[in-house]
């Protein structure tokens, strides 16, 4: 379903005016209708502790000798780096973080900062490391993307937000119809309980298929076991 379908089927079943445009309409109820949509698409992209498989892409760019790594060391479209995925693929060495500010600070801190491994905070618009990482290094992670529409005939999302009528999202189009119409009806303060409900029960079941789950052990996490020069598991060092 487009987004123009969506918000028809949303109209049609509370006995509204159907509209036969979205984003060029100028009449308030269809206004409304396409605002609901978009806040609908960005709460589900924020649903919490969910990795939505269609938003996961991998990034990979090449390090520089300088704390703060080069533009390429972010893709245009990241939301967050989805924890403890970042590797240096050149040295087979693990990259820790996201680091949170007390853990960076304590490694700024030190007279001489030394590592077999280096981590990386982001700060503002900056990719941060520390220690300075090798020039030349393949850095890997995979991240969450804000991108969660399709636009007409593209294979992959290119869009935050619906901005077309015959735009596409990476959400069943089930839930996202029922969430645009309870909020429509919770909005001009009708009963929305039932609707509610139902909506947030088929999230958490697409949220919980999105992607397959690891074979958990107390051994700790499957790469450790992978052949290579580096395997040995590390925690954020605290102050020297």
């Given at each position: 379903?487009?987004?123009?379908?969506?918000?028809?089927?949303?109209?049609?079943?509370q006995?509204?005016?159907?509209?036969q445009?979205?984003?060029?309409?100028?009449?308030?109820?269809?206004?409304?209708?396409?605002s609901?949509?978009?806040?609908?698409?960005a709460?589900l992209?924020?649903?919490?502790?969910?990795?939505?498989r269609?938003?996961?892409?991998?990034?990979t760019?090449?390090?520089?000798?300088?704390?703060?790594?080069p533009?390429?060391?972010?893709?245009?479209?990241?939301?967050?780096i989805?924890?403890?995925t970042?590797?240096?693929?050149t040295?087979?060495?693990?990259v820790?973080?996201?680091m949170d500010?007390?853990?960076?600070?304590?490694w700024?801190?030190r007279?001489?900062?030394?590592?077999?491994?280096?981590?990386?905070m982001?700060?503002?618009?900056?990719?941060?490391t520390?220690?300075?990482p090798?020039?030349?290094?393949?850095?890997?992670?995979?991240?969450?993307?804000?991108?969660?529409?399709?636009?007409?005939?593209?294979?992959?999302?290119t869009k935050?937000?619906?901005?077309?009528?015959?735009?596409?999202?990476?959400?069943?189009?089930?839930i996202?119809e029922?969430?645009?119409?309870?909020r429509?009806?919770?909005?001009?303060?009708?009963?929305?309980?039932?609707?509610?409900?139902?909506?947030?029960?088929?999230?958490?079941?697409?949220?919980?298929?999105?992607k397959?789950?690891?074979?958990?052990?107390?051994?700790?996490?499957?790469?450790?076991?992978?052949a290579?020069?580096?395997?040995?598991?590390?925690?954020?060092?605290?102050p020297a």
């Open positions: 379903m487009t987004a123009l379908s969506i918000v028809q089927a949303v109209c049609a079943a006995a509204l005016p159907i509209p445009a979205l984003f060029s309409a100028t009449d308030a109820q269809t206004i409304e209708m396409r609901l949509l978009n806040r609908e698409l709460i992209k924020k649903w919490p502790d969910t990795y939505w269609k938003l996961m892409r991998d990034h760019f090449t390090t520089t000798a300088t704390e703060v790594q533009s390429t060391s972010q893709p245009a479209d990241l939301e967050y989805i924890p403890s970042s590797w240096d693929r040295m087979s060495r693990p820790l973080g996201p500010p007390q853990t960076w600070q304590a700024k801190a007279p001489i900062l030394t590592s077999v491994l280096y981590g990386y982001l700060q503002g618009n900056d990719f941060y520390a220690p300075t090798p020039a030349g290094d393949t850095l890997a992670y995979t991240y969450i993307s804000q991108y969660a529409v399709y636009a007409a005939g593209d294979t992959v999302p935050p937000y619906f901005t077309a009528d015959t735009d596409t999202s990476i959400f069943d189009e089930v996202v029922l969430g645009v119409t309870w429509f009806l919770s909005q001009k303060k009708l009963e929305c309980d039932q609707e509610k409900a139902t909506w947030a029960s088929l999230v958490q079941t697409a949220a919980s298929r999105s397959g789950l690891p074979v958990l052990s107390a051994a700790g996490p499957a790469w450790s076991a992978l290579g020069p580096y395997t040995p598991q590390f925690n954020f060092p605290g």
